[in-house]
Every structure is written in structure tokens, then in C-alpha cells.
């Protein structure tokens, strides 16, 4: 059954690794999810997005790149960090790299990644259609990091802005507390 848009837009949720039950996410689902990102608004038509897409199998690499960039730029980190990290990898059912493609000058570059945004909101509206699958987009696991980029063999031109972390769940979760929009608006008068 359908809902409208206005109810899928308020049930929309993150899901994090934690309630992911392991299994991978078919690349059916993920194709779904990179066709809507690439319907969002975008200045001029210029698609300022690139997904790199990491699946099942690939998981635990990344997951360890992302465990020895913490290692190197935190001295002191936890091995609690550490066990969470590296179990995160067994629950993960596929990864979206999020990256901004920088080729086409744009003088007001905040339109671009505002785009992206848009993209990505996409791919978590359209998760709404399944029961199962879950995500959310992370800025952590060494997003900002010249040597994840690296590992993802992304040019010069282009800037890793996170990851939209996938996973199969039991049961995903649609509650949850939001703030009145009425304490952020103002109506201009004169």
C-alpha cells in the first residue's frame, strides 16, 4: 500500500548499524536508490554527484581504512571505537559513497552541494517502499580524510561529502520526536 508523501516525508529515519541484521542489500534496491538520487534538483542540470558504490563483499575493507585513518589522526582513541568499528563491518549490508564532482566551475558552489543534499534526501525517501532495508548518511568513517578518497580512487576534482550506509532490518523503526515547525518560521511583514 501507497502512502502519501506527506506521511512517508514524516516516518523517514535514520537507521543506523546497530539495528542492521547483516545481510546484504540486493543491487536492485540500490539501483533504485542511486535512480532517484539522480532525479534531485540541480543548478544548471549539472549532476554534482558521483556515487561509488561499495557492496556486501567490499564492506570490511572499507570498514578498515576507516579503522587505521581513526587509528592514525587519533592518538588516543579507544578500543571500544576500535570493537564498534570493526563490528559495525559484519552488520553493514552495502555503502553509497557520497561524492561531489567539482568539474564544472560553479561560482556559487553551496548550490552544488545543496543538490547533493537533495540526492541524497532521495535515496532516504525512497527506502520508504522497503519494509526491510535501512540507511542513513555518515560523515564519520574517514569521510574528510585524503586517504579515504584515496582508497576510493577519486580524482583531484572530487570531494567525499559521506556515506549512505545501508542495511537489512527486522523491524524499521518510523517513530520519532520532532520540534514544532512553527519556533523556526517568521512571516516577513514590513
Known amino acids: 500500500m501507497l502512502e502519501n508523501i506527506n506521511q512517508i516525508i514524516k516516518n523517514r529515519r535514520s537507521i543506523y548499524p546497530r539495528e542492521f541484521n547483516g545481510n546484504p542489500v540486493s543491487d536492485e534496491v540500490i539501483q533504485v536508490l542511486l535512480e532517484n538520487a539522480n532525479n534531485a534538483p540541480n543548478h544548471k542540470s549539472n549532476y554534482p554527484w558521483r556515487f ?3 557492496t556486501k563483499e567490499y564492506v570490511p575493507q572499507w570498514i578498515q581504512k576507516a579503522i587505521e585513518i581513526t587509528n592514525a589522526s587519533e592518538p588516543n ?3 571500544q571505537k576500535i570493537s564498534k568499528l570493526t563490528n559495525i563491518a559484519s552488520q553493514i549490508g552495502a555503502c553509497i559513497a557520497i561524492v561531489w564532482d567539482k568539474v564544472e566551475v560553479n561560482k556559487h ?3 552544488d552541494v545543496c543538490a547533493i543534499a537533495c540526492a541524497v534526501q532521495n535515496m532516504y525517501l525512497s527506502l ?10 555518515s560523515t564519520g568513517l574517514g569521510t574528510y580524510n585524503p586517504s579515504m578518497s584515496e ?3 577519486l580524482t583531484p576534482q572530487q570531494q ?3 556515506f549512505f550506509v545501508l542495511g537489512q532490518v527486522d523491524h524499521k523503526r518510523t517513530e520519532g520526536v520532532k520540534k514544532n515547525v512553527n519556533q523556526f518560521v517568521r512571516y516577513f511583514n514590513e
Open 160 to 162: 567525499l561529502l559521506g
Open 109 to 111: 558552489e553551496i548550490e
Open 52 to 54: 561509488v558504490v561499495i
Open 77 to 79: 582513541v579507544s578500543e
Open 128 to 137: 520508504s517502499q522497503f519494509e526491510h532495508v535501512g540507511g542513513y548518511w
Open 151 to 153: 582508497f576510493l580512487k
